[in-house]
């Protein structure tokens, strides 16, 4: 039963036996799948149409606070229903859940039935089409990165995460001995995922105790977040059947590196040849020049999309592979953003700044918002960066704070032309709250630190 689901394979699924229940999934701003278990029967006949949700679902933070400020929903607005419109072209098996299959929704207003801007599926497809009606397909990889733990996520609450003891004992990056004694759980990752209908290409250890990477092929963009979503979150059920916990934390402890997620990117015309490969410097295109040149200028702007929470800005740090400068260069890995696969057909431009915590949607939409404007306005590219970016003078900074990325995303002209007003006024209040949230958090540092000599 590998691959996606047409709905006349569903309807002779659930006639068979072999399903009896169907998810119905939304994307919150958090990147998490939320929504229903439908029985495979009433999905198939009516269910399939449209159901319905609480319209906080895009307004609440990791916790399901009901957070008010928001323009969209709130108390006074009585919090009312968004319509979830079931996208069947998403439909798959779950074949780490015993008869169950899954799909997609867009979300759409209960009122004016228009999709809902802020929707990060809908930001996304309004990226996409931008550049399809400029002639481009937007093709995009994402490279999951997560910790494992030697517990489950119960245990662990229960202690509250004390100890937190990763699955190996030691940098395990490349690692065959290592990564073999974790195959109970990353080979059903991989396989369950595969006959998913996610092409995974492989996984490997990475660059730290218990850090795994998980590697899906290059898609169309709009699969592309669809498969890293499912991904994440297929990533954290196995673990979790396994007896593990599988962490997504941008930096979960000081003293081990961060994990990220880093967006490959490229435009392809409308022949199928890579628009992104020309006759220029390591065998660019100018379109790919003016594209990561829009990228570069306008990362202050959306940082706050690749690095959401304070956590996030933990990660930041100099010679952890993140990235602290906003700077291109030539398969360099201390680089924000990298060329890969120069003077070859698969030639992109790979963003390094994003953190494992990011949500795929929001994370490509932006990019392709900041590429498209660079085409647009004809941006020169400066020469790449060379060396050890981390020690690079007169190269521009990213962001250090939430407070810093969330000021650039309110004041950028560029963001508002692009998503308008509201969206980013509302992923601005989504920002304000975490810093609120934190603001008034009593850290372990502090107490350590002055409970005794302050």
């Known amino acids: 039963m590998a691959g996606t689901f047409t709905f006349d394979a569903l309807k002779q699924a659930v006639s068979s036996g072999q399903i009896d229940t169907v998810l ?31 319209n906080y679902l895009l ?56 999709l809902v801007p802020h929707a990060p599926r809908t930001m996304l497809k309004k990226q996409v089409q931008k550049l399809w009606d400029m002639g481009f397909t937007v093709m995009a990889a994402t490279e999951l990165e997560f910790f494992l733990f030697e517990k489950g996520y119960e245990e662990l609450r229960k202690s509250g995460y004390r100890p937190l003891d990763p699955i190996s004992g030691y940098n395990e990056d490349y690692n065959i001995l290592q990564t073999t004694r974790e195959e109970h759980v990353m080979r059903p990752i991989r396989n369950h995922l595969y006959n998913a209908g996610i092409p995974i290409e492989n996984s490997k250890g990475e660059a730290e105790t218990g850090q795994e990477e998980l590697n899906i092929r290059y898609a169309e963009a709009l699969l592309c977040a669809d498969y890293h979503t499912i991904a994440k979150n297929a990533v954290k059920e196995i673990a979790h059947i396994k007896g593990h916990a599988a962490s997504f934390m941008a930096k979960w402890r000081a003293d081990k590196v961060g994990s990220a997620t880093h967006v490959h990117q490229s435009l392809w015309d409308q022949d199928g040849q890579n628009a992104f490969c020309g006759d220029g410097p390591h065998g660019m295109s100018e379109l790919m020049e003016h594209y990561v040149a829009g990228l570069m200028k306008y990362a202050p702007d959306y940082t706050y999309f690749l690095a959401p929470y304070i956590n996030s800005y933990k990660r930041f740090q100099k010679g952890t592979f993140a990235p602290t400068k906003i700077a291109w260069s030539v398969d360099n890995r201390t680089a924000g953003f990298r060329l890969c696969g120069e003077g070859s057909k698969g030639l992109r431009i790979e963003c390094r700044v994003g953190g494992a915590d990011l949500n795929p949607y929001l994370a490509i939409a932006v990019q392709l918002a900041a590429g498209a404007r660079g085409i647009e306005e004809k941006l020169k590219l400066q020469p790449a960066t060379d060396g050890d970016i981390y020690d690079a003078e007169g190269v521009g900074e990213v962001p250090t704070t939430l407070r810093d990325a ?45 409970f005794e000599r302050a």
């Open 24 to 54: 119905t999934c939304i994307v919150d701003m958090q990147g998490r799948l939320m929504g229903k278990r439908f029985h495979a029967q009433h999905f198939i006949d009516s269910g399939y149409k449209e159901t319905h949700g609480c």
């Open 59 to 114: 307004a609440t933070d990791l916790e399901m606070a009901t957070v008010q400020g928001y323009a969209a929903t709130s108390w006074a607005g009585g919090y009312g229903d968004y319509v979830m419109k079931p996208d069947l072209e998403t439909l798959r098996p779950v074949p780490w859940l015993e008869g169950t299959a899954m799909v997609l929704c867009d979300l759409y207003d209960h009122h004016t039935h228009e």
């Open 406 to 450: 969330r000021e650039t995303l309110l004041a950028s002209s560029f963001l508002r032309e692009a998503f308008g007003d509201a969206v980013i006024d509302h992923y601005g209040r989504a920002a304000e709250w975490e810093i609120e949230e934190f603001d008034r958090a009593v850290t372990d540092y502090e107490i350590a630190r002055g």
